[in-house]
Structures are given as C-alpha cells and as structure tokens.
C-alpha cells in the first residue's frame, strides 16, 4: 500500500465528490511544507475542484495564460470547452488541446495527459480519451482507462486494469469507486456489492452527491426503484441536486420506473439545468422529430 503523503486527503475528498472540503483542505496544505511536485498537484487539484463546481471564469482565469505549467493550460482548456455552447467554441478547444499535447514538452507530463483525456471524454472522443491514458502511468489513468473500457463495453479490458489498480493500492478509494463502476457495469449480479461497497465508502467518509447517484444507479440496476428514488431525494434535498444533470436524469428514469407523476417537473429542471448534456440533446432530437411528424397529422 502506497504511504499517504501531504495531498492524501486533498485527492481522497477530491476523488469521492466532497468538492467543497477538498478545497477547505487545499488551502489548509497550502501552509504546510512540502516538495515542488506536491505544491504543483495542490494547485491543480484545487483548480479540479472548482471545475467540479461549475466555478469555470476563476479556473479560466487562474490557470490560463502561456506562463502557465501545460498542466494547468490544460485545465483552461477544460473550464473552457465545460462553459461553452456545443459546436464552433468547443471544436475551437479541442484543436488547441491537440496542439498542446502533441508539443514536445508534453511528454511523459501525467497531469497533461489525464486532464485531456478528462475533455475528450467530455467530447465523447473515446479512442482519443484511450490514447492519453492506456499506458496506465498513475492510479489516475488506470481509473480512467477502467471507465472507458466500460464504455466501449471491453468489461474484460476494465476488470485487468482494475487489477493493475488492486496491485498498485487495494484499499484505495480510487480502486474501490473503479470495482464500483464494473460491478454495476456488470449488471443486476454484481449490484448488491457496489450498493454494499458504496454504503463501505458513504459510512466512513461521508455521503456526496456524487456518491449518491452512484448508490442510486446501482440500486436501479438491481431493480430497488424505491431505493434508488430515497438515494436521490437524498441527492436533491442535502446536496442541490436539484441543479445537477446527472442527478436529474437518474431521477427521470427512476421515477418513469415508479411511474410517478412528476416526472415532468424533473425534465422541467433538467432543460433548464443541462443544455449541452448529452442525455438533454438526445430528448430535444427526439422531441423535435415527433414534433414534426405530428403536424403531418393535424386535421384541418
């Protein structure tokens, strides 16, 4: 098991969704000696954190500028593409980001790699989000390589880098939330043990929302609706979710299972909320195409 340095609790809030604490402790480690290499990661992890927040104009501002580490270029780039509109911008920012990483001071910088692999996930750019990270240089990028070997559905791919991760720290959070991931990716056989591996994590560290929607996700997937609808008010009631994309979509979904009557009020929120979501995008596609098929049947 990997020795916890100065960062460990700074990476450990970070990565478990307490966005909010993680920064109360980056700016508590800001008082405490520590090597070169740690004051880098602690100022680019209090920038992750903020962009967690939706807090894009201060990572744009604090992390931009061609003085700025790669690194954190990087992460203007990302609080950059977030805040735009789909389309010309965000093309815009990735055309930069690939100039960025394909500069010859971009090699072997980890940092770098796994923050453009964070916006070509975003973009849904897969093989290029892959391409940063299959080397598996950090815990970091195994985890991501896991989430997109999930995605492309190579379960197979995902459970050896999760054991690459086990190998490297087991008792890591980040190889726990990545054995969470497969379990429900595994689907309703593997559900019980991401619910109990997220109840583990919520007991000892605190629920988040991200956690959550997590145990809500895993609670659908084994077809506990109930569960996944108590996890959720639990997201909107204690940590706004009410404002959060993701926590909305799962709601929708839930509640359609429940067949509950707001359902409508939830999308209302959702619109409102998550323009650019991909899951927003898709609704108002297939909207506006039955929209249009309708009005070849309006009687005069």
């Not at 098991?1 to 990565?15: K, S, V």
């Not at 109360?24 to 480690?29: I, K, L």
């Not at 780039?77 to 055309?95: I, Q």
């Amino acid at each position: 098991m990997a020795e916890p340095d100065e960062l460990y609790t700074l990476r450990a809030q970070y990565w478990l969704g307490h966005y909010t604490l993680a920064l109360d402790e980056g700016r508590a480690a800001a008082r405490r000696p520590m090597p070169s290499h740690l004051k880098s990661e602690r100022e680019e992890m209090m920038l992750r954190c903020q962009l967690a927040l939706g807090q894009y104009d201060k990572v744009m501002a604090d992390a931009g500028g061609n003085s700025s580490s790669l690194a954190m270029q990087a992460l203007a780039l990302h609080a950059n593409y977030l805040s735009s509109a789909p389309g010309e911008a965000r093309n815009a920012v990735l055309d930069n980001l690939k100039v960025l990483i394909t500069s010859s001071e971009a090699s072997g910088n980890t940092s770098l790699q796994l923050t453009a692999c964070h916006i070509f996930l975003a973009a849904n750019q897969l093989k290029d989000a892959l391409q940063c990270v299959h080397l598996g240089l950090t815990m970091e990028h195994l985890s991501m390589c896991i989430q997109i070997y999930i995605k492309i559905d190579r379960l197979d791919l995902a459970n050896d880098a999760l054991n690459l991760l086990k190998q490297a720290d087991e008792d890591s959070i980040l190889a726990q939330l990545a054995a969470v991931q497969l379990a429900i990716a595994t689907g309703r056989s593997k559900a019980d043990d991401a619910v109990h591996m997220l109840m583990g994590l919520s007991e000892q560290y605190g629920p988040s929302l991200m956690l959550l929607n997590y145990l809500a996700v895993a609670n659908m997937v084994g077809g506990k609706y109930e569960a996944a609808e108590s996890n959720l008010k639990e997201a909107i009631d204690e940590y706004e979710g009410i404002n959060d994309a993701d926590t909305l979509v799962n709601m929708v979904c839930c509640s359609q299972h429940l067949g509950r009557k707001d359902v409508e009020k939830y999308l209302s929120a959702l619109k409102g909320c998550g323009v650019g979501h991909p899951f927003v995008e898709g609704l108002v596609q297939v909207e506006g195409a039955f929209e249009r098929e309708a009005t070849k049947y309006v009687t005069a």
